[in-house]
């Protein structure tokens, strides 16, 4: 089963990943993994994509969604995927 990540608009409309933040799923189709081009908010929005093709049109963000499902929150430090607690 394909399972969706959740995009906010940033990142849609083409802006850089910054964040990466997983919790464990509730649902088949839930990856768990939602990404951002600033930190999140309640006020964001975005879209669910399926996580295949997302990486497909992102393969740089491998490394963030291993930091992230790891620990949490990941943030992109202008080099690498660091966990965003550290």
């Known amino acids: 089963?394909?399972?969706?990540?959740i995009v906010d608009q940033g990142v849609?409309?083409?802006q850089p990943i910054l964040a990466v933040s997983y919790l464990e799923p509730e649902h088949d189709w839930d990856s768990?993994?939602?990404v951002f081009s600033q930190p999140p908010d309640s006020s964001d929005s975005g879209e669910f994509i399926h996580l295949d093709c997302f990486l497909d049109q992102h393969?740089?963000?491998?490394?963030?969604l291993e930091v992230a499902r790891e620990h949490g929150e990941a943030i992109y430090a202008g080099?690498?995927?660091v966990p965003s607690n550290g």
């Open 1 to 5: 089963m394909s399972r969706a990540v």
């Open 12 to 14: 849609i409309d083409g």
């Open 32 to 34: 768990g993994y939602a």
């Open 59 to 64: 393969p740089e963000i491998g490394k963030g």
């Open 79 to 81: 080099t690498s995927w």
